[in-house]
């Protein structure tokens, strides 16, 4: 470890010991993985039991340091801990890699890492006779059995509002707001509370006004407090003013950024954005909502069904209301798709009309009742969608329903659709505008490189389908025109390249990218290399890809946090690259 990680490890025990947890906030890219390490270390050589959260994606990351594997640097460590995804929470039965869920005891860890924290910001309400992720964590994990250490990694643990950030403090004191009432803070709760007013305050402030500085001045003294005495965090400014670089080497020059902003069609022929978000405004997406036709004499039967009580039954979140919050996620869906690529925005509403066409059938048969309808083109894996898509189908018995209007807006959407499915469909991959803006800025990436020799790009997109579609257009073009080999990573195991000497799998690709990150052994230096990755998501946090010098964002994700992850891939400590692009 450099100086500043072991600090980091000295500071972290220290407060895992006082205060029973620590959240490790440092920028991306400065080694927040090997801090953790240290840190399970010298817990397991205390003879405790650990376990590491993570996300799925991230997974072979955490297994790896623990395996008995050549290309393991410390597997002389002999690392013994545990490791169960994010997603595990939610099951009681089945397995997950080598444990088999329904025999794990939950309570008898001594040491939780969460890596990636904020993924449990949300403390949401349960469904009726459920139990959030969040809830079991706190419950049957930190609460339950052996007193239980927690240890949070997350460059990013706010991301929308500062209760982000109190709801993951409430897993290191257990839900207990007085928890630091001895270090004078009577209320956590009550501190971030304070200081997310002064932040909106700061937010109406002129912009002469809106300075760093003066925002530290209104959060007041308690909230940095809570801060000093739960989380360490430190910047790549502090890394280089209190450590120097002598030791970790300089950091990459960020040059600055480029931004593109391309046209749809290249013949001019496709409507404007503000037209087609026009129409997608105006469809009803009744489809979606089938309680939205439920004859009113009818409706308190399916309240009493399928709402569900929030708020500790203070309050009632009713299922059309959600259906209602889901339409509208829809569009807004629709729009991103469309923000992506007219390829997957038309792959959307072509998925659109044949739901319509399925359910009208199902009217028309006079089917006895139907069951809504699934969505396969969210990010199911984002907390914030999860409560709106996850949970029992509704089922609508048709004798219950409106059908003549229900039909009638069902044929409407089906018009809509169907002349929007046209439009999309006439701008195949050689009239794609965007497209074509890519194609130049790799064009130009390869023969003017930012790093002298250095051919390696990342394109993101928050969308599979917009993956799919560059795949198949840019790897052959890229092949043949500059003889560089390309790959595929979607996070749904279709991954693809056309380096055939490598694997797959994500492990495989990722290490033929960034074979020097990666650590690669000289005797898989024969396997070749990758230079151009289009990814999702999946890849946008714990990665090291920083052989790469250029990253391109291909649309910007709603959540402009990921936007600062997917950066985080090269803009790393240790980085062989003098200069680094984002596009």
Known sequence: LFKFQRDGVIG???????????????????????????????????????????????????????????????????????????????????????IDLSYVNWGNYDLVVIDESHNFRNK????????????????????????????????????????????????????????????????????????????????????????????????????????????????????????GTAETGEFPERLKPRNIKSDVDLAGQFPSIRDINTEIRRLNLSAYAPLRYVLPHKQAAYDEHYSQQVKGGQGLFRQLDREESLVHLLRVNMLKRMESSVHAFALTVQRQVADIERLLRRIDAHDESVEEISIDDIDIDDPVFESLLVGRKVKVLLGDCDLHKWRQDLVEDHNRLETLLLVSRAVV?????????????????IREPINPGNRKLIVFTAFADTADYLYEDLAPWASGEFGIHSALVTGSGRNKTTLGTVRTDLAGVLTAFSPRSKERGEEFADEGEIDLLIATDCISEGQNLQDCDCLINYDIHWNPVRIIQRFGRIDRIGSPNDRIQLV
């Not at 991306?28 to 993985?33: D, P, Y």
């Not at 912009?207 to 801060?227: C, H, I, P, Q, W």
């Not at 991959?429 to 990436?445: N, Y």
């Open 124 to 243: 949401k309400s349960p469904r009726k006779g459920g139990e959030t992720r969040y809830d079991k964590l706190m419950r049957q994990i930190i609460k339950a059995g052996v007193k239980t250490r927690v240890l949070m990694l997350s460059a990013t643990p706010v991301n929308n509002r500062l209760a982000d950030l109190r709801n993951q403090l409430a897993f290191i004191t257990e839900g207990e707001d007085d928890a630091l009432a001895d270090c004078q803070i009577p209320s956590i709760d009550a501190t971030v509370r304070k200081a997310q007013i002064q932040f909106n305050r700061w937010l109406q402030l002129d912009e002469a006004e809106r300075t760093a500085s003066k925002l530290m001045n209104m959060l007041g003294f308690d909230y940095f407090k809570v801060l000093d005495l739960l989380t360490i965090a430190r910047s790549r400014k502090h890394i280089e003013r209190y450590y």
């Open 12 to 98: 972290a025990i220290d407060k895992l010991e006082r205060f029973g947890g620590c959240i490790i906030a440092d920028s991306v890219g400065l080694g927040k993985t090997f801090e953790a390490l240290a840190i399970i270390k010298y817990y397991e050589l205390r003879n405790d039991r650990v376990l590491v959260l993570c996300p799925k994606r991230l997974r072979d990351n955490w297994t790896f340091y623990a395996a008995n594997d050549r290309r393991n640097i410390l597997a002389g460590d002999r690392f013994n801990y545990d490791v169960l995804n994010h997603t595990d929470l939610s099951r009681d039965k089945g397995t997950s890699g080598d």
């Open 429 to 445: 991959p050689d009239q794609d505008a965007k497209l074509a803006d890519l194609r130049q800025v790799i064009a130009t990436k």
